[in-house]
C-alpha cells in the first residue's frame, strides 16, 4: 500500500489528520549524522524543536547516538527532563530575562548573547549556589542571534569576572534568517575569535559550535576547520536533510514523519472555478489553468492544521490544488480509480510543515517504532502463557476461584513462580520466555516490582493504572516508600529511593494513564496536575464514555513504548470491595475496558492489587472475571477497534 494507509482497518485511528512518527528511521539517522560528525572529531547535540520535545524522538536520537539534546522552549525542556531524559539539555533560544531561575535550574547550557541576561544568569546562578554554563553566540552576518565581533572582547571580560556562569564556548548560527552559507571562511573567523578569547583571558574552551544543519555539506566537502568541534542538528536528524540545498543527506531517512488524513469527497469537477473570480478565504486572488474536467479530492486537514506549501504526496500521481481553513484539495485525476473515499493520502512533510503538524492539537501524532505497520508490531507481542507470582495467600485465594482453569480456557499455559513472593527477576524471566506475568499482591508496592521486571526487559513501557487512588500522595512517600499511597510516584521518580528512580528512563509521565480516579489529598492533586500523567476521573468517565477512555488512554500509554503495564485493584470498580463506593466502575464498564486492553495486544504485565486472602467469595470471583477479561476472554462479545 505504498502511498497511503488503508480505510477503517485494523487500528481504528481518528477520522482526522495523523502524523506518524517512525522512531526507528530517527535512530537511524541520528546514527548517520552521528558518525559522519564523529569521523571529524564533533560532538552532536540532537534538537527536538521541530519534534515539540517529544520524549520518545528524544530517546530515538540517544539511541543512534546522541549525547546532547538542544531544545529552544523551556516548556520542552521540561518535558524532556520529567520523562527521565538526563543527558545534557542544551537551551538554543537566547533567554528571556524573566526566565532566568528557571533556566539555571533545568538546563546545563544556555546559549547567550546578551549582558544583561547573561548578569541575570550569574545572579539567579549564585544565588542557588550552582555554576551555569554559556556558550557565546557570535552573529557572523546571518543576523538573527549573536553578539557583534567588535564586542566580544569588552563582553567576554565583563563576563569572566561574574560568579555562577562560566564561558564554556562559542558558536554562531547561520542559514536561519539572512540564508548565509556556512563557509571554510566564516567558520575559520568564528575558531579564531575562539583562540583570541581563550589567549586574552587564559580560558579553554570546551565548545566551538558551528551552527546546525547547514554546516553538514561544508563537513562532508571536508573543507570545514578542524577546530570546529560541536554541531546542533535538528532537521538532519528529523527530516534526513541537509539545509543548504534542502538535498536528501546520504545514508538517512525524509519520511520518519508521514501526514496522512481521510478523503472526504472525491468528485470529477472542472478544473476552473464558474464565475467572477475575487479573493479567497485567505485574500489572495488565484489564476486557474483550464485543463477540463478533472477528479478532484477533498482532504479534512486544512490551513488551521499544517503548513499546507510543505506537504508533498508520496504518491506522486497526486497534485495538491490548495487549501482553505479545514480543506486540502487534491488533483487525482492521475491516481485512476486507486483512490477511493476514507483513504488517507500519505504526505511527507518539510520542516514548516512538521513544526506546524506538531503544533497543531487537532493533529494526532502516532509513533511508530518497528518498520511495518502497528498490526504487524501486535503480532508480534502474542504471548502463550502466564506466569503467576505475588503473595502466596492472594494467588491460593484466586486459585481456589477457578483462575488456572480460566486462563487455560482460553489459550494460555499457566507457570508458576518459584519463588513465594514477586521479584523483579522473576518477571523479567518470564517475560523473557515469551509470557505475561500476572501479579497479584495486597498493596501497589508489588506494582513497583513489577515495573522494575518489566524495565529490565523493554526500554520504554506505558502503565495503565486502574484505580480511584492517584499513588500520588506526598503524605506516603514520608513513610515506606511504595507503599500503596505513593507508588507511583516513586515510580515516575518523585521519591528518594535510587533503586525506582532508575524506572524514570523505562516509564513517562506521559506515558501513564490513570483510569477511575476519584479521590485525591489537596497535596497530591497538585503533584499529579504537574506531572504530565494523565488522570480519568469518573466525570471524565462519565462524560466520555468508558470506551472512549480506554481507547485514549491506550493511545496515550502506547505512543512510543514497547508495551503496556496493566495495574488494576479492585476498589476502582463500583459496589465490590470493602472500600464500599457506588461511584466507582460499573461491572460492564469494568469489562469493556479489560477486553479492550485484550484486544490491543499491548498488555506485557498485569497486577491486580488491594485484596487480602480473607476477602469474600464474592470480590474474588467477580475480580477474576475482569483478569480473565483483561487476558481475552469475551463476555460482552463485541468487536472494539482501539
Ligand atoms: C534550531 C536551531 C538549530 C538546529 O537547526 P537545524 O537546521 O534544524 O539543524 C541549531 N542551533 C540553533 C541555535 C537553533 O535555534
Given at each position: 500500500m505504498p502511498g497511503k494507509l488503508p480505510a477503517g482497518?485494523?487500528?481504528?485511528?481518528?477520522?482526522g489528520p495523523v502524523l506518524t512518527i517512525d522512531l526507528e528511521k530517527i535512530e537511524k539517522n541520528a546514527r548517520a549524522i552521528v558518525s559522519l560528525c564523529r569521523e571529524h572529531n564533533i560532538k552532536v547535540a540532537g534538537v527536538t524543536k521541530a519534534a515539540c520535545g517529544m520524549p520518545q524522538v528524544a530517546r530515538a536520537m540517544i539511541r543512534g547516538g546522541i549525547q546532547e539534546i538542544g531544545e529552544s522552549r523551556l516548556e520542552n525542556i521540561h518535558r524532556l527532563r520529567a520523562s527521565g531524559i538526563n543527558c545534557t539539555l542544551i537551551l538554543l533560544r537566547i533567554p528571556p530575562l524573566s526566565e532566568v531561575d528557571e533556566i539555571v535550574a533545568s538546563v546545563d547550557i544556555s546559549l547567550n548573547s546578551e549582558l544583561s541576561v547573561i548578569k541575570a544568569l550569574s545572579g539567579a546562578a549564585d544565588r542557588r549556589g550552582i555554576v551555569h554554563k554559556i556558550i557565546l553566540m557570535l552573529?557572523?552576518?546571518?543576523?538573527?542571534?549573536?553578539?557583534w565581533p567588535d564586542d566580544l572582547m569588552p563582553m567576554a571580560r565583563e563576563i569572566i569576572e561574574l560568579p555562577g556562569v562560566r564561558i564554556v564556548g562559542i558558536g554562531t548560527n547561520l542559514t536561519c534568517y539572512g540564508g548565509v552559507i556556512p563557509t571554510r571562511d566564516n567558520m575559520g573567523a568564528l575558531v579564531e575569535y575562539a583562540r583570541a578569547l581563550e589567549a586574552r583571558y587564559s580560558v579553554k574552551l570546551r565548545y566551538i559550535s558551528g551552527g546546525n544543519s547547514s554546516s553538514l555539506p561544508l563537513l562532508a566537502s571536508g573543507k570545514m576547520p578542524e577546530a570546529i568541534n560541536h554541531l546542533r542538528i535538528g532537521e538532519a536528524i528529523l527530516l534526513g536533510r541537509e539545509t543548504v540545498h534542502r538535498n536528501p543527506w546520504p545514508g538517512t531517512f525524509q519520511d520518519a514523519f508521514l501526514l496522512s488524513s481521510e478523503l472526504i469527497e472525491l468528485k470529477e469537477k472542472p478544473s476552473l472555478p464558474i464565475g467572477e473570480i475575487g479573493e479567497n478565504a485567505f485574500g489572495v486572488k488565484n489564476t486557474f489553468e483550464d485543463r477540463g474536467n478533472i477528479i478532484r479530492g477533498i482532504l479534512n486537514i486544512g490551513r488551521e492544521d499544517v503548513n499546507i506549501e510543505g506537504l508533498r504526496p508520496v504518491d506522486r500521481r497526486l497534485a495538491i490544488l490548495g487549501a482553505s481553513s479545514n480543506h486540502l484539495l487534491l488533483d487525482?485525476?492521475?491516481?485512476?480509480?486507486?483512490l477511493k473515499l476514507g483513504d488517507r493520502p500519505l504526505f511527507e512533510v518539510n520542516y514548516a510543515a512538521l513544526l506546524s503538524a506538531m503544533n497543531s492539537a487537532d493533529v494526532q501524532k502516532k509513533v511508530l517504532l518497528t518498520e511495518g505497520s502497528a498490526e504487524h508490531a501486535l503480532h508480534a507481542l502474542h504471548a502463550s502463557g502466564v506466569s503467576l507470582s505475588g503473595e502466596r495467600g492472594v494467588i491460593e485465594a484466586f486459585k481456589k476461584r477457578g483462575l488456572e482453569k480460566g486462563l487455560e480456557a482460553i489459550g494460555y499455559q499457566v507457570f508458576e513462580a518459584e519463588e513465594t513472593i514477586a521479584s523483579a527477576s522473576g518477571v523479567k524471566l518470564a517475560l523473557s520466555k515469551n509470557r505475561i506475568p500476572l501479579i497479584l499482591g495486597r498493596d501497589h508496592s508489588i506494582s513497583l516490582t513489577g515495573f522494575l521486571g518489566l524495565s529490565g526487559q523493554l526500554d520504554a513501557f506505558g502503565l495503565i493504572w486502574f484505580d480511584s487512588k492517584a499513588g500520588f500522595s506526598p503524605s506516603g512517600m514520608e513513610q515506606k516508600e511504595g507503599q500503596g499511597r505513593s507508588a507511583l510516584a516513586a515510580a515516575l521518580g518523585y521519591g528518594m529511593s535510587p533503586a525506582f528512580r532508575e524506572l524514570k528512563a523505562h516509564l513517562s509521565p506521559e506515558n501513564t494513564v490513570i483510569i477511575g480516579l476519584r479521590e485525591v489529598e489537596p497535596q497530591e492533586e497538585e503533584l499529579l496536575a504537574h506531572s504530565r500523567v494523565r488522570a480519568f476521573t469518573m466525570g471524565n468517565i462519565d462524560e466520555l464514555g468508558i470506551k472512549e477512555v480506554v481507547h485514549q488512554g491506550l493511545r496515550i500509554a502506547a505512543s512510543g513504548t514497547r508495551g503496556i503495564y496493566v495495574s488494576f485493584r479492585p476498589a476502582v470498580v463500583a459496589n465490590l470491595t470493602e472500600e464500599e463506593s457506588m461511584e466507582g466502575l460499573t461491572f460492564r464498564e469494568t469489562h469493556l475496558a479489560m477486553e479492550m486492553i485484550a484486544q490491543s495486544g499491548l498488555m506485557k504485565v498485569m497486577d491486580v492489587v488491594g485484596l487480602e486472602p480473607g476477602d469474600p467469595d464474592r470480590v474474588f470471583r467477580k475480580t477474576l472475571e475482569f483478569i480473565l477479561s483483561a487476558f481475552g476472554k469475551k463476555i460482552l462479545g463485541k468487536i472494539y477497534h482501539v
Open positions: 482497518q485494523g487500528f481504528k485511528i481518528m477520522s552573529d557572523l552576518g546571518d543576523l538573527r542571534e549573536g553578539i487525482v485525476t492521475a491516481a485512476g480509480t486507486s
